[in-house]
């Protein structure tokens, strides 16, 4: 692994006056260090303040929660990838469950917004992650792998600049985290997916998340097949936030 990363997810929360303030004192906290970096993944309405209170902080990295693949158009609702950049944004979270469960979205879209995003040179953050009853079914491999297969016909220097989250769907926001080990487990059929497209371990980077705060990041992190955290509600206060973000590897 050549760096750690630490993403939040703010969700549905945080306008762009709540997120000036969380930043204040984000930052007054915050320490800079090579090797890590923040990423911070507003609702798009907001993308633009926080790119601002950044902009001297190449280190933390602003990306939208969700994108259309289409430049421009009739797609009410939408919010394009020249739209997402022109407000600051360099990254972009696709496949998180809660587009996949709750809005429907499914393989072929997350393979269709990963392929543009990259096109347009922004990193896609893709999320899989399985149910509770695929997992006590021993279906978890087998579901990430399909979900991975949004990005068939991806070459391995398009697919070496993706990040990967993976994000038991029973973990998220429930208080229950997966272990490092069962983490290390999925992890681990990642980096296959991607050997078995060309790829080598040192170009693939997978963050864990579900149910991560300050007091289970430090085991979460320590697990060597983990890269760093994708991170949903313990990242919408600014205090508890700089705590994670300061936790290293033991
Ligand atoms: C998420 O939204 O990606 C997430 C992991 O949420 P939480 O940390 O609240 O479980």
Redesign the pocket.
Known sequence: MSKLIFAG?W?MNMGPAAARDFLKVFLQRYKKESGVEVWIFPPASSIEAVAREVRDRPEIVVGAQHVYWEESGAFTGETSIPIIVDAGARAALVG?S?RRHIFGETVEDTGRRARALLDAGLTPVF?VGEKLEQREAGHTEAVVVAQLGGLDGLNASQLSKIVF?Y?PVW????GKNATPADAAQVHAAIHNWMAGRGVARRDVTVLY????KPENVVSLISEPTIDGV??????LEAAGWAEIVAARPN
Not at 171 to 174: P, Q, S
Not at 209 to 212: D, K, L, N
């Open positions: 997810n969700k998180h809660e999320c989250a994000e973990a998220i926001g429930t998340g579900g149910s991560v994708l991170v949903g509600g313990a990242s």
